[in-house]
């Protein structure tokens, strides 16, 4: 019957302008970021199907055409550079969520981030793969929005730049004029390498002072200095025995490795020699002569290297440590604040041990460093263990792989930036890193079934399935963050192009079917004249 060929004809043709609609909005979303290709399918329809008690010829089949859209959701899209730091694209399974504006206040002139989000309210979070991320200046901070207005959903960091996975969904923010507070230095660390043949300090120095005896003549008086052990030090004067024997009892003397005399205050020291009788007579009395035990005494050799150190009001001090080499494999480490460091208040120097093999024995655990340092009155400090674990002594250099300490000064943010975990990483002035706040990513059982509010935002729905939420980590098939990029539109240009003719195609033949059995009506309408 003609009148089937009329309803399949039109009904194709119908079909046909909405497969053009839908390669028309592929076509136009080429270069949308994040756009997921639709696609038109077609199904026959049977409307009606009579047929005659006795022959063939009297059955009517209509078979038309209807459409379906299909979503390709979950097609990977190509993850492109881009030169903005608060882009962000997903590789890999899953959705970041966003959420409409909340709204406006009064005389504010625009809408605020929502006040809250549940993934459990289809109205209230959306998700998109479009990671193409804008900040605006509000109440919070400036808050991350996509192109479409919608709000960057996601957990905010704690002043310790900790996330809680799992928390409640905000929009997320940074504040420009965040500061990080200083910290001060409580642990530190050395990599490093002591030559193993460096200069030797000697265990005992000799120095000579030259004084008048009784009868006017100079005389020489030898001073001698042995190490106790680290900054001790024992002083013993001595004259020629013909001339007399020195009664004053050998002088302990307090030395750090930069030479510094702590104790005695007073270095100038009188000497007390009961002269010889032989030589001046019983009659001359015991006398004294004064010598400045600081002159000429011992100086060792010392490896050195520098290490920030931040004290208890973050102020960063050029802290030094020296290497002494007092015996074969023993070491002594002498730290010294640098500027400012508070007088009498040097740390004791700490014995080093090695292995025939350049292997540190001893100590074999931390070790506490204690520094103080004053400036205009005010004293400060900073207690850290130092880890040496890592220290060899081998070969003729000096050379060091690592010195590490976690002090830093107060800072005020530069700059943010996504890294791979999804995190806003604030990078600050004095150098550290803080997270402020995390883009977690949602998934599904089937994606491909949610409902496309745009080509790049959707909304969830019953037959999408249960919906997981959680770090990128941990979500499934491994998915990942890719900083400053972006995933492009999933629309091939040379496929639809392709589609296109095929539709243009089937319209125009359908066209003249329904032409040709216009034409064959009008002929059967003019058999009565």
Same mark, same amino acid.
């Given at each position: 019957?003609?009148?089937?060929?009329?309803?399949?004809?039109?009904?194709?043709?119908?079909?046909?302008?909405?497969?053009?609609?839908?390669?028309?909005?592929?076509?136009?979303?080429?270069?949308?970021?994040?756009?997921?290709?639709?696609?038109?399918?077609?199904?026959?329809?049977?409307?009606?199907?009579?047929?005659?008690?006795?022959?063939?010829?009297?059955?009517?089949?209509?078979?038309?055409?209807?459409?379906?859209?299909?979503?390709?959701?979950?097609?990977?899209?190509?993850?492109?550079?881009?030169?903005?730091?608060?882009?962000?694209?997903?590789?890999?399974?899953?959705?970041?969520?966003?959420?409409?504006?909340?709204?406006?206040?009064?005389?504010?002139?625009?809408?605020?981030?929502?006040?809250?989000?549940?993934?459990?309210?289809?109205?209230?979070?959306?998700?998109?793969?479009?990671?193409?991320?804008?900040?605006?200046?509000?109440?919070?901070?400036?808050?991350?929005?996509?192109?479409?207005?919608?709000?960057?959903?996601?957990?905010?960091?704690?002043?310790?730049?900790?996330?809680?996975?799992?928390?409640?969904?905000?929009?997320?923010?940074?504040?420009?004029?965040?500061? @990080?507070?200083?910290?001060?230095?409580?642990?530190?660390?050395?990599?490093?390498?002591?030559?193993?043949?460096?200069?030797?300090?000697?265990?005992?120095?000799?120095?000579?002072?030259?004084?008048?005896?009784? @009868?006017?003549?100079?005389?020489?008086?030898?001073?001698?200095?042995?190490?106790?052990?680290?900054?001790?030090?024992?002083?013993?004067?001595?004259?020629?025995?013909?001339?007399?024997?020195?009664?004053?009892?050998?002088?302990?003397?307090?030395?750090?490795?930069?030479?510094?005399?702590?104790?005695?205050?007073?270095?100038?020291?009188?000497?007390?020699?009961?002269?010889?009788?032989?030589?001046?007579?019983?009659?001359?009395?015991?006398?004294?002569?004064?010598?400045?035990?600081?002159?000429?005494?011992?100086?060792?050799?010392?490896?050195?290297?520098?290490?920030?150190?931040?004290?208890?009001?973050?102020?960063?001090?050029?802290?030094?440590?020296?290497?002494?080499?007092?015996?074969?494999?023993?070491?002594?480490?002498?730290?010294?604040?640098?500027?400012?460091?508070?007088?009498?208040?040097?740390?004791?120097?700490?014995?080093?041990?090695?292995?025939?093999?350049?292997?540190?024995?001893?100590?074999?655990?931390?070790?506490?460093?204690?520094?103080?340092?004053?400036?205009?009155?005010?004293?400060?400090?900073?207690?850290?263990?130092?880890?040496?674990?890592?220290?060899?002594?081998?070969?003729?250099?000096? @050379?060091?792989?690592?010195?590490?300490?976690?002090?830093?000064?107060?800072?005020?943010?530069?700059?943010?930036?996504?890294?791979?975990?999804?995190?806003?990483?604030?990078?600050?002035?004095?150098?550290?890193?803080?997270?402020?706040?995390?883009?977690?990513?949602?998934?599904?059982?089937?994606?491909?079934?949610?409902?496309?509010?745009?080509?790049?935002?959707?909304?969830?729905?019953?037959?999408?399935?249960?919906?997981?939420?959680?770090?990128?980590?941990?979500?499934?098939?491994?998915?990942?963050?890719?900083?400053?990029?972006?995933?492009?539109?999933?629309?091939?240009?040379?496929?639809?192009?392709?589609?296109?003719?095929?539709?243009?195609?089937?319209?125009?033949?359908?066209?003249?079917?329904?032409?040709?059995?216009?034409?064959?009506?009008?002929?059967?309408?003019?058999?009565?004249?």
């Amino acid at each position: 019957m003609l009148w089937g060929a009329f309803n399949n004809a039109s009904s194709a043709m119908m079909a046909m302008s909405w497969d053009m609609g839908s390669i028309s909005q592929n076509i136009a979303n080429v270069n949308t970021t994040g756009y997921k290709r639709k696609e038109t399918l077609f199904q026959t329809v049977m409307s009606e199907s009579h047929a005659a008690p006795s022959t063939h010829s009297g059955r009517l089949n209509i078979f038309g055409v209807q459409t379906a859209d299909r979503y390709h959701i979950s097609t990977q899209g190509v993850i492109t550079n881009s030169d903005f730091t608060n882009d962000l694209a997903l590789n890999g399974k899953g959705f970041m969520m966003v959420a409409p504006p909340g709204a406006a206040t009064g005389g504010a002139g625009g809408a605020q981030p929502p006040a809250a989000a549940s993934v459990d309210d289809p109205a209230s979070v959306l998700y998109t793969r479009d990671g193409s991320f804008s900040y605006v200046s509000g109440a919070n901070g400036e808050s991350y929005f996509t192109l479409g207005g919608n709000y960057l959903l996601g957990w905010m960091a704690d002043e310790a730049g900790v996330v809680q996975p799992g928390g409640s969904l905000e929009a997320v923010y940074t504040l420009p004029t965040t500061t @990080l507070e200083g910290k001060a230095t409580t642990e530190a660390s050395l990599a490093l390498n002591i030559p193993s043949q460096a200069e030797q300090t000697p265990t005992q120095h000799k120095t000579y002072f030259t004084y008048t005896d009784p @009868l006017g003549a100079n005389q020489s008086m030898t001073v001698t200095w042995d190490r106790v052990d680290g900054n001790t030090w024992t002083v013993t004067p001595s004259v020629d025995a013909a001339v007399g024997t020195v009664t004053t009892t050998p002088i302990t003397v307090t030395m750090d490795g930069w030479r510094t005399i702590t104790d005695p205050a007073v270095t100038t020291q009188a000497i007390d020699i009961d002269w010889d009788d032989g030589a001046y007579g019983a009659a001359t009395a015991s006398s004294s002569t004064n010598i400045d035990i600081s002159v000429d005494r011992p100086s060792p050799h010392l490896e050195k290297v520098f290490m920030s150190v931040f004290d208890d009001a973050f102020t960063e001090h050029s802290a030094t440590l020296a290497f002494e080499r007092y015996g074969s494999n023993t070491w002594y480490l002498h730290v010294n604040g640098g500027t400012n460091q508070t007088t009498g208040t040097m740390p004791d120097p700490v014995a080093l041990e090695f292995s025939s093999e350049g292997q540190l024995l001893t100590p074999a655990d931390l070790i506490q460093v204690g520094l103080s340092w004053t400036a205009s009155g005010v004293d400060n400090t900073a207690d850290f263990t130092l880890d040496l674990r890592n220290m060899t002594q081998f070969d003729n250099e000096l @050379l060091w792989s690592s010195i590490d300490q976690d002090g830093y000064g107060e800072g005020t943010m530069l700059n943010a930036g996504f890294n791979e975990r999804g995190e806003m990483i604030g990078h600050f002035t004095n150098g550290e890193n803080r997270v402020l706040f995390q883009v977690p990513i949602a998934q599904f059982v089937s994606e491909n079934r949610l409902d496309p509010i745009t080509g790049n935002l959707f909304r969830r729905t019953r037959e999408a399935g249960d919906i997981r939420v959680g770090a990128v980590e941990t979500m499934v098939g491994q998915p990942r963050f890719v900083p400053s990029s972006l995933e492009t539109s999933t629309v091939d240009i040379e496929d639809e192009f392709t589609k296109m003719i095929v539709t243009q195609k089937a319209y125009s033949t359908n066209a003249t079917v329904f032409r040709t059995a216009d034409e064959m009506t009008v002929t059967a309408r003019d058999l009565k004249a």
